[in-house]
Structure formats: C-alpha cells, structure tokens
C-alpha cells in the first residue's frame, strides 16, 4: 500500500469494516441444526445425503 497510490487510495476511501460482517457466520449453525433435526424427524433413509452433507458442514463449521 506504501509503494502503490491507487491501492492507498482505494483502502482509504473503502468503507469500515463493521460488526455486521464480523458476525456474518453465526447464522450457520443454527441453520444447521435446524435442518439436521427436520431430517431426523422425517423419513432417514429418504434425506440421507442431505443428512449427510449437513454432518459434513458442521465438519467444515467447526474447522472455520
């Protein structure tokens, strides 16, 4: 940024960072547990890959 003006330019008039987007994620998890539970509910055997894909999210939720 020291050795470039546009690239100066374009951080100091970019807007602020706000905790808006710093709490982006948090929406996930309940998201998750939700449709996990409505599998569970339901027929297993019919909602399997989704089933299996929501316990693959919350692999890749909990590494994040």
């Given at each position: 940024m020291?050795?470039?003006?546009?690239?100066?330019?374009y951080v100091y008039y970019s807007a602020p960072?706000?905790?808006q987007?710093?709490?982006y994620?948090?929406?996930?998890r309940?998201?998750?547990?939700y449709q996990k539970s409505e599998c569970e509910?339901?027929?297993?055997a019919y909602y399997k890959s989704?089933?299996?894909n929501i316990i693959k999210s919350f692999d890749y939720l909990n590494r994040f």
């Open positions: 020291a050795k470039d003006e546009d690239i100066a330019r960072s706000t905790y987007v710093a709490r994620s948090d929406w996930i309940p998201y998750l547990d509910r339901n027929n297993y989704k089933y299996d």
